[in-house]
């Protein structure tokens, strides 16, 4: 069966200071992958997509970027982090071609 | 412009009692329309996809039905647990660069 891997599951980071989150995949290949953003009171927000390795759709300019090293593995990154940074952060995939979203655990981003 | 819209914001019902949560979503061309469950501080969970031929679908104690007509659909929950208590997001795949469209969601709280 397929599982998805998020870490860390909480964060405190100083503002300016770097971010790195990471996401795998197990039990499937070649998947779509993908980070959203959540605030509260507030709809999923996409921020990257990947369709393959080194391939990175961007929905939002913002502070952050994305990498996909491998195949199933996604890693979320900002060299410099800023207040507005704060939320929650959910990695996700899907089969290519299907609309279905399979959603990590997410991880709690606080910016100070 | 492509939008879905839930209702209400958030609800609070007693144990046992049944419910119906609101999308209506204005996407077209419309591809298919999911309801997530999420929990407090966890990911997302698919709980049914409606495509455009289904009327009604059930998954144990929820019901979702969509009027591709009127482009609404509702999740039914009966005889509701404690458990039912979290997010419910209705989630539109389409557009013309099909793309995933979600709401905002309604925060259910089931009391004892």
């Known amino acids: 069966s397929q599982t998805i891997h998020q870490w860390p599951a909480t964060l405190v980071q100083p503002v300016g200071s770097p971010l790195s989150l990471e996401c795998t995949v197990e039990g499937t290949s070649n998947p779509n992958l993908y980070w959203y953003r959540q605030a509260a009171g507030r709809g999923l927000q996409l921020l990257f997509y990947?369709?393959?390795?080194?391939?990175i759709s961007s929905e939002v300019p913002q502070n952050l970027s994305a990498s996909r090293p491998q195949d199933r593995q996604f890693i979320l990154s900002s060299k410099k982090l800023l207040l507005s940074d704060s939320g929650f952060y959910l990695c996700?995939?899907?089969?290519?071609?299907?609309?279905?979203?399979?959603f990590g655990e997410g991880s709690r981003l606080t910016v100070l | 412009k492509n939008q879905v819209e839930q209702s209400p914001q958030s609800l609070i019902i007693l144990e046992g009692k049944n419910c119906t949560l609101q999308?209506?979503?204005?996407?077209?061309?419309?591809?298919?329309l999911r309801w997530y469950k999420q929990d407090t501080g966890r990911g997302p969970v698919s709980l049914t996809i409606?495509?455009?031929?289904?009327n009604t679908k059930s998954n144990g104690r929820y019901t979702a039905t969509l009027d591709a007509d009127t482009k609404q659909s509702s999740l039914h929950i009966t005889a509701s647990q404690l458990s039912d208590s979290a997010s419910y997001i209705c989630?539109?795949?389409?557009?013309?660069?099909?793309?995933?469209?979600f709401g905002t969601g309604t925060l259910l709280a089931v009391q004892p």
């Open positions: 999308c209506n979503y204005t996407v077209s061309p419309f591809s298919n």
């Open positions: 996700a995939w899907s089969v290519q071609g299907s609309g279905e979203l399979f």
């Open positions: 409606m495509t455009f031929s289904e």
């Open positions: 990947s369709v393959g390795i080194g391939q």
């Open positions: 989630v539109v795949l389409g557009g013309a660069t099909n793309k995933l469209i």
